[in-house]
């Protein structure tokens, strides 16, 4: 009989882990027994020492205190922790991403399946590395909010500073392979720029399936490989977001701000973020006033 795998809360091959939330933690980092995958960008800096990885059978080696960042659809594996005892790790959904605006040339070298480091040292003390950890682990909307804040500020940041690929773009060697990967790498990142262009717009999965010259259930399924979560509930989560900073930071009325986000109704509006946030729309601004 196969022993049954016991998988911790927070790991990302974790059935039950929220594909479609931003997630954070401070652990030490070990030895993984083999690769895994999940549909985030994902962020690691490590203490203490350098750790080496393999990311879909190339080898690289992050500096201590040097930020990473690559997309975990790609297989990976941490193979060697060295000496380093914490590390922080952030696992970003892609659709958030794209929603920080600011961030899409970033975003265009994740999607290519590089992997990217800091040129150097990236600023983050460990005792802010705790306290950003801290504050995300505490049951206050407000303050995962500035969590959120503040990751988008320290990819800018790492931007600004310079990032550097560790890893190039994953080829493989096969040229059948390379060229299929080639085409749905090109189809996804060609249906997310879609979707983050016209998303506030009442579109449908055929209208993105259309775009990019694919039959829907392909591109559903292509969609749903590559990203972690079904087209759908992707559209749905980029509308909320935006809907929450609107209800968070304006006044504005929640039947405008429906509209605004995409929704064609007040009430679709309301079942979908009770669906997807376990309040109304109301109850959330409530939170912040």
């Known amino acids: 009989m196969q022993e049954e795998k016991v998988y911790q809360p927070n790991d990302p091959v974790n059935p039950l882990f929220v594909q479609d939330n931003i997630y954070v933690e401070e652990r030490e980092p070990e030895c993984m027994a083999q690769a895994h995958w999940h549909s985030h960008i994902e962020v690691n800096i490590p203490y203490g020492d350098g750790v080496e990885y393999d990311i879909n059978g190339k080898f690289f080696r992050l500096p201590e205190r040097h930020l990473g960042l690559f997309w975990a659809a790609i297989p990976h594996q941490l193979t060697n922790p060295g000496k380093c005892r914490e590390m922080f790790i952030a696992y970003i959904p892609m659709q958030t ?34 306290r950003l950890v801290d504050e995300f682990n505490r049951n206050d909307d407000a303050l995962k909010a500035v969590v959120n804040d503040e990751l988008q500020l320290m990819l800018k940041r790492a931007s600004a500073y310079g990032l550097e690929q ?26 997310l ?3 983050a262009s016209n998303y506030k717009q009442p579109i449908a999965v055929t209208d993105v399936a259309e775009h990019v010259h694919l039959h829907p259930k392909y591109a559903m399924q292509m969609f749903k490989n590559l990203i972690g979560i079904p087209m759908k509930q992707y559209i749905n989560r980029m509308r909320l977001m ?36 376990q309040c109304t729309p109301k109850e959330f601004r409530n939170r912040y006033r």
């Open 242 to 277: 935006t809907a929450k900073d609107l209800l968070r930071d304006t006044e504005r009325s929640i039947m405008d701000i429906a509209l605004t986000v995409g929704f064609n109704s007040n009430n679709r509006f309301y079942i979908v973020f009770r669906q997807y946030e």
């Open 97 to 130: 991403i794209i929603a920080w605006s600011q961030l899409q040339r970033l975003y265009r070298d994740i999607v290519s399946q590089a992997v990217l480091h800091s040129r150097v040292e990236y600023p983050m003390p460990i005792d802010q590395m705790r």
């Open 166 to 191: 560790l890893v190039e773009p994953v080829i493989d060697s096969d040229d059948s392979v390379k060229e299929k990967r080639t085409s749905q790498s090109q189809k996804i990142q060609a249906m």
């Open 193 to 195: 720029e879609f979707i």
